[in-house]
Each structure stands twice: as C-alpha cells, then as structure tokens.
C-alpha cells in the first residue's frame, strides 16, 4: 500500500523548543516538498527537495531546517527561531526531481502542531 | 506576493447546483494548473489537472475551464452534492522550476442537501 505517512498526527510543544516533524514515503518519488497551511492562507512551501542530498528554500524557509539523507525520507524540524510555528504542516512527493515532467503531488495527512 | 489569486473565499450551495471557484495568474511560464480538493484534517487530493494547450477538461462531474489570454482558469462542479463539501485549491507551475506549486488561498465549498 503505496503513500505517504506523516508522523505525529497532532504535536504538542512549549515554545522555545525545537521539534521534528517525520514524512516518508513508498512510492519511489525522488522530490519531496514541504507545506505549511494556515487559515485563509493556502499552503506556502517551506523547503523542497528533488534528489538525494539536495534541497532548496521555498517561500517561508525561515525558522525551519530539513534534511534528505535517504529517498524516502524528508523531516523537517520547526526551529525555536520560527516567531509563529502553530499550523497544520503538509509533507508531499512526486515522481519529479531533475526530469522536466509535469508531476503530480500526492500529500500526506498532515501534523498538526501548537505551541502552548 | 501570491502567485495564484483564488476566489471566492468560501461558497455556499443548494445540492444540485453548479459552484464555480475562479483563479487567475500573472506569470505566462506556468504550463500546469491542477486542481486539489482538501477535507478536514486531510491532506490535499489532486482532483483535476490541465495543460495550457486545451480549453477545457472534463473529468466526471468536475469541469476546469482555461482562458490562457485572460490568464484565468476556473473550476465547476456539476449536480453537485453534499459529499463535495471540501476546500479546493487551485495551483500552477512550470516545468522549468522543478514542480515547485504555487497554491492559491483555498475556497471553502459548502452543499446544502
């Protein structure tokens, strides 16, 4: 059963801290992409990555970090630097990387994440 | 600076009507405009897709209309039904960028049975 899980669904943290939001995926996708949704705002991406190794900053990068040491996987950690870190994050994936496709993203269910 | 400007921001409808949700783009490079429809607590679901090279696209009872001189596409959803009730996002991109996405803000659909 092919997809993407993201873990936890829903995340507490005291402000200050750092934390890591885990996605991975099964279905052989070589970009993965990251999502924050906020009411009446859309999703804005926060990094991106198309190959093993390698990722870029989206629009809202700030206060966040990633990594991509395997294919499958893409976490991303929400820093104590982000000044508004509570939203619901998205994780997706798509055949994508360094082919120019036109390529469908397929989302996960989400971490929803406060800060108390 | 939004790249894609979707509206309306929330919709209302009686079952059976025909909801339209209307987005529009500056930049002439996007070449793929999808479409994701979005339930509570969910993560976004590709509904629809087309390419800059047709008019119009028709998949079930969902309808995307395409005007490139106008640089306007829109959604329409046929008898529609209370099932349908959802968040839809309309996005673009283009090949050059890597299948980065730029979504729109989202339009809240609501059918009434």
């Known amino acids: 059963d092919g997809g993407i899980t993201q873990s936890p669904k829903y995340l507490f943290r005291k402000e200050g801290q750092n934390v890591t939001l885990s996605c991975e995926q099964n279905l052989n996708h070589d970009a993965m992409y990251w999502y924050r949704q906020d009411p009446g705002q859309g999703l804005r991406l926060i990094y991106y990555s198309q190959i093993v190794n390698d990722f870029q900053k989206g629009d809202i990068a700030e206060g966040y970090s990633v990594s991509r040491e395997k294919k499958e996987s893409f976490p991303l950690t929400v820093t104590s630097a982000q000044k508004n870190p509570t939203a619901f994050y998205l994780c997706?994936?798509?055949?994508?990387?360094?082919?120019?496709?036109?390529?469908?993203?397929?989302f996960g269910p989400g971490t929803r994440l406060t800060v108390l | 600076q939004q790249q894609v400007k979707q509206s309306p921001q929330s919709l209302i409808v009686q079952k059976g009507g025909i909801p339209i949700i209307n987005c529009a783009y500056e930049n002439t490079a996007f070449d793929y405009f999808p479409w994701y429809q979005q339930f509570p607590g969910k993560g976004p679901a590709l509904l629809i897709a087309?390419?800059?090279?047709?008019s119009e696209k028709k998949e079930g009872r969902f309808t995307i209309s395409f005007n490139k001189s106008a640089k306007q596409f829109s959604l329409h959803i046929m008898d529609s039904q209370p099932g349908d009730s959802a968040t839809y996002f309309c996005?673009?991109?283009?090949?050059?960028?890597?299948?980065?996405?730029?979504f729109g803000t989202g339009t809240s659909l609501t059918v009434i049975p």
């Open positions: 087309i390419r800059p090279d047709v």
């Open positions: 997706a994936s798509s055949k994508g990387g360094r082919v120019r496709s036109y390529n469908e993203q397929f």
């Open positions: 996005a673009a991109s283009m090949v050059y960028t890597g299948n980065q996405f730029y």
